[in-house]
């Protein structure tokens, strides 16, 4: 069975600039998150989504994140404008259903703004 | 509001030496544990889940409710253990993980 797919794997632009990430979760898998990892911490949930509905979505800094899932498979993350403090990984992680699911993460995309 | 600690950012033992990795949680319903690892190269994969009460590579990890901690142990390491080990917690709906800072685990030969 493939894994969760991300891509780009890594990006860097300057702040102010805009970035989106793509997501393909395990075919299947309802549940669909993003996670932003910063250097040195654990993953951070942004947002997940049942289908193509949010779930919880009070992680993400809403004045510059935005996040979709239209036809609840494929999802995609877009920041707008970048800042320093973004840098970081992005991960996307999907599970079968909501509750107590074991999540299968992606590779991530690493972020580096400058 | 839930929180995760890992008090130790990197643990270095010997091959064969016992582990411990420290997990404490802070919650005010009734928690689900897991342990997340991620290897060299690898992607974040789970390891165990409290709920499961399974033995994982050698590994096993009790809930300790009174202590509000979830310490993953194992009596022997080895070098392939050598990875980042996050504890993470859910909250009641099962829905959102918290995860802890991580512990970078060192098996030296």
């Known amino acids: 069975e493939a894994g969760v797919a991300q891509s780009p794997r890594y990006k860097i632009i300057e702040k102010r600039q805009s970035v989106a990430f793509w997501c393909n979760p395990i075919s299947g898998h309802a549940t669909l998150y993003w996670y932003q990892q910063i250097l040195g911490q654990g993953p951070k949930l942004l947002i997940q989504f049942q289908n193509n509905g949010v779930v919880d979505d009070s992680q993400l800094p809403k004045d510059r994140f935005s996040a979709e899932r239209l036809k609840g498979v494929d999802s995609t993350l877009k920041i707008q404008p970048a800042k320093l403090e973004d840098s970081a990984v992005y991960l996307c992680?999907?599970?079968?259903?909501?509750?107590?699911?074991?999540?299968?993460f992606g590779p991530g995309t690493r972020l580096l703004v400058l | 509001a839930q929180r995760v600690t890992q008090p130790e950012k990197l643990l270095s033992v010997f091959k064969g030496a016992p582990v411990e990795l420290k997990c404490n949680y802070s919650y005010s319903g009734s928690p689900e544990l897991f342990w997340y690892v991620q290897y060299s190269r690898q992607r974040l994969q789970l390891l165990l889940r409290h709920i499961s009460r399974e033995s994982i590579k050698g590994f096993t990890a009790d809930l300790n409710k009174g202590e509000t901690s979830f310490h993953l142990k194992k009596p022997f390491a080895q070098e392939e253990d050598s990875a980042m080990y996050y504890c993470?917690?859910?909250?009641?709906?099962?829905?959102?993980?918290?995860f802890g800072g991580g512990t970078r685990l060192m098996v030296k030969p």
């Open positions: 992680a999907s599970s079968l259903q909501l509750r107590l699911e074991t999540q299968y």
């Open positions: 993470a917690l859910s909250n009641n709906a099962g829905n959102m993980l918290t």
